[in-house]
């Protein structure tokens, strides 16, 4: 079983950054890809970021984001950590609601969008931006 707990979500104003970790417990976390979810209140899931491992996809480490965070946002990992961050940049009140990270077991392909294709998720931090 994949256990996974994100941490760094808090309060912070509009333009400026933080930096959300999740750390994955059962030392199993390079060999998966992995990805960044979030949810505002009243919304779907929706997708934000998205690394493949080194070993999965067409190249290997492939990463994708959502149009709406491209250029301010770096989804990056650490297997000797164990650990995924995503550094956020430049936020916007949009960018308000609970971050999930999420495994994908499924390697062999970098366009995963869908919060249905992640077999495992986070309990979620929160991150809201004030304007």
């Known amino acids: 079983q994949v256990q996974l707990l994100e941490t760094g979500g808090g309060l912070v104003q509009a333009g400026g950054s933080l930096r959300l970790s999740c750390t994955e417990f059962r030392r199993t976390f390079n060999l998966y890809a992995m990805g960044w979810f979030r949810q505002a209140p009243g919304k779907e899931r929706e997708f934000v970021a998205r690394l493949n491992w080194i070993g999965g996809g067409t190249l290997g480490g492939g990463t994708r984001y959502a149009d709406s965070v491209k250029g301010r946002f770096i989804i990056s990992r650490d297997d000797a950590k164990n650990t995924l961050y995503l550094q956020m940049n430049s936020l916007s009140p949009d960018d308000t609601g609970v971050y999930y990270c999420?495994?994908?077991?499924?390697?062999?392909?970098?366009?995963?969008?869908?919060?249905?294709?992640?077999?495992?998720w986070g309990q979620g931090t929160q991150v809201t931006v004030s304007s």
């Open positions: 999420a495994v994908d077991t499924y390697i062999y392909s970098d366009d995963r969008y869908s919060p249905y294709d992640y077999d495992y």
